[in-house]
């Protein structure tokens, strides 16, 4: 098992800034990827951006590449979501996640889970 526990969500003016860290522990993780997905009240859940663990090759979503960065610390095994001129359209209830492959680029291929983070952004 893998357990991943969120921080960093909270409110913030459009144009602002937010980082996101996403601290795990449990099963080693390996050559997997850890990426953060949304959810905004009454839509699916959105991939937003990954990472694989050991290379560090990232991928996004194209309604946030260029403004979201991810990284990731493999000392504090911590991934974290830094988010730039924020639009009122990236509010939701932002997860980590953890998949058994290299680079998972679709909600439906993470295996665990966060309890989520609240991001709201205001106009």
């Known amino acids: 098992q893998v357990q991943l526990v969120e921080s960093g969500g909270g409110l913030v003016q459009a144009g602002g800034s937010l980082r996101l860290s996403c601290a795990a522990s449990g099963r080693t993780v390996r050559n997997w990827s850890v990426g953060w997905v949304r959810q905004a009240p009454g839509k699916e859940r959105e991939f937003v951006g990954g990472?694989?663990?050991?290379?560090?090759?990232?991928a996004y979503a194209g309604s946030v590449k260029g403004r979201f960065t991810i990284s990731r610390d493999t000392a504090k095994a911590t991934v974290y979501l830094q988010m730039n001129n924020l639009k009122p359209e990236d509010t939701a209830v932002y997860y980590c996640?953890?998949?058994?492959?290299?680079?998972?680029?679709?909600?439906?291929?993470?295996?665990?889970w966060g309890q989520g983070t609240q991001v709201t952004v205001s106009s």
């Open positions: 990472i694989n663990w050991i290379g560090g090759n990232t």
């Open positions: 996640a953890a998949a058994r492959m290299y680079l998972a680029t679709q909600t439906s291929n993470y295996d665990y």
